[in-house]
């Protein structure tokens, strides 16, 4: 077996990432198999060959894309729920995994031929995936009376996806679509095809409805169009300021409102049980509630903050005794709604810290300008939603933020 690994084993890696990036098609079982499998013959790959061309930089890239892991790992010293984080580390792992196998490679930057095979996989399955949801929850879609969130909640029951992590699968593909179209101008088919299917992904996207995913997707493609025209960082940098300007001053009202209804925590939750009390409540207002809560708790423990395992308990006790005139956070567990939120509650000022260092050495690790897209998709999103809460947004974050940063810089 030690040969056959030896001798094969960028095809048999090949094929398995090729296998994992069908993850909107495939049973969380099957994933979580396919990641096992890569370690373990990865691991014996690496005590076989890849441990004599290990590097100073393999280790950098290592750390910096299993941060988040080692983050919550470092945590758990200092965690009073240690059962409970070892629980959130084992989920987070494919962080950790997914990379090494990558890098016991000895030459471990992918060729552009075989990037483009996984994203026309990860397009086709999702594409897949779409047209399923679109048979299924098609009442949904055609009563105009029932909003997006009923739509989110009817996928979620079909298919335990939640409609923001699809949002963001979504919106990765379009960016992929259009990066595929500036690749390919002269291949007037592949060109027509691209184009329905990013207006078919657009339509679904605007569906489903999740703002902050949106936003991201749009900042994503705008970077990609800036590239396009090379044009200048400084120009970059004026042209989303005006941007956020124009936007802001277009939509002022709806922001104002918005923004007061974030601060309004106080008043946020009517007093009552929440079937009784639901249609009077916001996101806006339940999210005010948990920043306050998670404010809160940081300045309680600024610096190491309280371990991994205890995070969600710590908001608890914030919602039980500042909140206790409503069932709603007895009813349903929140969590920070914010990733950098958690890392702060998890490991305080350090753990964030790491993690922002972890961001600058994968900025600076890739020239792979559809890496830089993937980042700012992400980074937007993990402002507002926990994305790494779930495995469906640790899959999604651990194969790409491994595969595009181990790909070779290529012109968009």
Not at 150 to 171: F, K, N, P
Not at 357 to 383: G, P, Q, V
Request: proline share 2%; net charge positive; charged share 15%.
């Amino acid at each position: 077996m030690g040969e056959i690994v030896k001798k094969y084993y960028e095809r048999i890696h090949f094929i398995l990432i090729g296998l994992l990036v069908l993850f909107p098609i495939t049973p969380r079982g099957i994933q979580s198999s396919l990641i096992i499998t890569l370690f373990v013959v990865s691991l014996v790959h690496f005590f076989l060959e890849g441990i004599t061309h290990w590097t100073r930089n393999k280790t950098i890239l290592l750390i910096s894309l299993g941060s988040i892991s080692i983050i919550y790992i470092i945590s758990l010293f200092h965690s009073t729920s240690v059962n409970e984080g070892v629980k959130f580390v084992i989920r987070l792992s494919p962080t950790l995994l997914i990379a090494f196998t990558f890098l016991t490679q000895k030459s471990f930057r992918w060729e552009y031929h075989k990037l483009q095979v996984v994203l026309y996989l990860y397009t086709a399955s999702l594409l897949l995936f779409l047209i399923y949801l679109h048979i299924s929850t098609f009442e949904i879609i055609a009563n105009k009376n029932l909003s997006s969130w009923h739509l989110r909640d009817r996928i979620d029951q079909l298919t335990e996806v939640h409609g923001t992590y699809l949002s963001i699968w979504i919106g990765f593909a379009i960016v992929c679509g259009f990066w595929f179209v500036i690749k390919n101008i002269n291949k007037k088919i592949f060109l027509i095809a691209n184009v329905v299917i990013i207006c078919y992904f657009f339509y679904w996207i605007y569906l489903i409805g999740a703002r902050m995913p949106i936003l991201a997707t749009i900042v994503s493609l705008g970077w990609l169009l800036l590239d396009l025209w090379k044009v200048s960082n400084k120009t970059k940098i004026f042209a989303v300021g005006s941007l956020i300007c124009i936007c802001v001053t277009v939509f002022w009202n709806p922001i104002l409102n918005k923004v007061n209804e974030m601060r309004n925590y106080e008043n946020a939750i009517p007093e009552g049980k929440y079937e009784n009390t639901n249609p009077l409540i916001s996101n806006e207002n339940i999210r005010s509630v948990i920043y306050h809560c998670a404010l809160k708790k940081i300045e309680e423990r600024p610096i190491l903050g309280y371990g991994i395992g205890r995070v969600n308990s710590e908001l608890q006790e914030c919602y039980d005794e500042e909140f206790n005139h409503t069932d709603l956070f007895t009813r349903f567990k929140f969590n920070a709604h914010s990733q950098y939120l958690q890392l702060v509650l998890t490991l305080g000022i350090f753990g964030i810290t790491l993690f922002v260092t972890s961001i600058i050495c994968w900025f600076r690790s890739s020239s792979l300008k559809l890496y830089h897209y993937f980042l700012a998709l992400i980074l937007l999103s993990f402002a507002f939603e926990n994305v790494l809460n779930r495995h469906d947004g640790i899959i999604f974050f651990s194969v790409f933020n491994a595969i595009l940063l181990m790909s070779k810089k290529n012109q968009v």
